[in-house]
T-cell receptor, first 116, second 112 residues
Framework: GAVVSQHPSRVICKSGTSVKIECRSL??????MFWYRQFPKKSLMLMAT?????????EQGVEKDKFLINHASLTLSTLTVTSAHPEDSSFYIC????????????FGSGTRLTVV | AQSVTQPDIHITVSEGASLELRCNYS??????LFWYVQSPGQGLQLLLK??????LVQGIKGFEAEFKRSQSSFNLRKPSVHWSDAAEYFC??????????FGTGTRLQVFP
């Protein structure tokens, strides 16, 4: 089946530094990838939709200059949290689409980001 | 605006007991409907989905869900819960083919 690998699973960084999270589709090509943020005891909030070869589409309220998304190939999308602050600490999850719309979404295992 | 409501934040059941997790949605038409499960610190696994047709949907791990248009509901059920079912459960809707909207989740705790 379709597998999405997300790396790293956990990262701790100092305030003011940048952190990159990778999302890879291992056995399929994903034209569309999605980035979610999950606050403690809260639901998943869609941050942005990443389309291969084009700019990401950000949801309202998400700072595109702070959360940089790159989808340079059909198997890799990256989320970079720039100048991270403690309030950026969260669980970030990516998902990749098989080109079948929501029918074919597969989720990564998530990244726990802690900014100290 | 589209929304998904999971009225139960936390449910505790005994192992072997039956389970029903509630989900209601707000949308003008019938959206695509999903249930996902998330173990602690993990991503999401799809349990089942409804697009059209038979309103009783069978999923993995012995779960099923029933779509009731009149109630705008898509409740998840399992006749006998196992300790390994303890997790966070999310209902999600897709108003179109591109975007998932998640409910706030229900944490299931299973006592032996």
């Amino acid at each position: 089946g379709a597998v999405v690998s997300q790396h790293p699973s956990r990262v701790i960084c100092k305030s003011g530094t940048s952190v990159k999270i990778e999302c890879r589709s291992l056995d399929f090509q994903a034209t569309t990838m999605f980035w979610y943020r999950q606050f403690p005891k809260k639901s998943l909030m869609l941050m942005a939709t990443s389309n291969e070869g084009s700019k990401a589409t950000y949801e309202q309220g998400v700072e595109k200059d702070k959360f940089l998304i790159n989808h340079a190939s059909l198997t890799l999308s990256t989320l970079t949290v720039t100048s991270a602050h403690p309030e950026d600490s969260s669980f970030y999850i990516c998902s990749a689409g098989l080109g079948q719309g929501v029918n074919g979404y597969t989720f990564g295992s998530g990244t726990r980001l802690t900014v100290v | 605006a589209q929304s998904v409501t999971q009225p139960d934040i936390h449910i505790t059941v005994s192992e072997g007991a039956s389970l029903e997790l509630r989900c209601n949605y707000s949308y003008g038409a019938t959206p695509y409907l999903f249930w996902y499960v998330q173990s602690p610190g993990q991503g999401l696994q799809l349990l089942l989905k409804y697009f059209s047709g038979d309103t009783l949907v069978q999923g993995i791990k012995g779960f099923e869900a029933e779509f009731k248009r009149s109630q705008s509901s898509f409740n998840l059920r399992k006749p006998s819960v196992h300790w390994s079912d303890a997790a966070e459960y999310f209902c999600a809707v897709a108003p179109n083919t591109d975007k998932l909207i998640f409910g706030t989740g229900t944490r299931l705790q299973v006592f032996p």
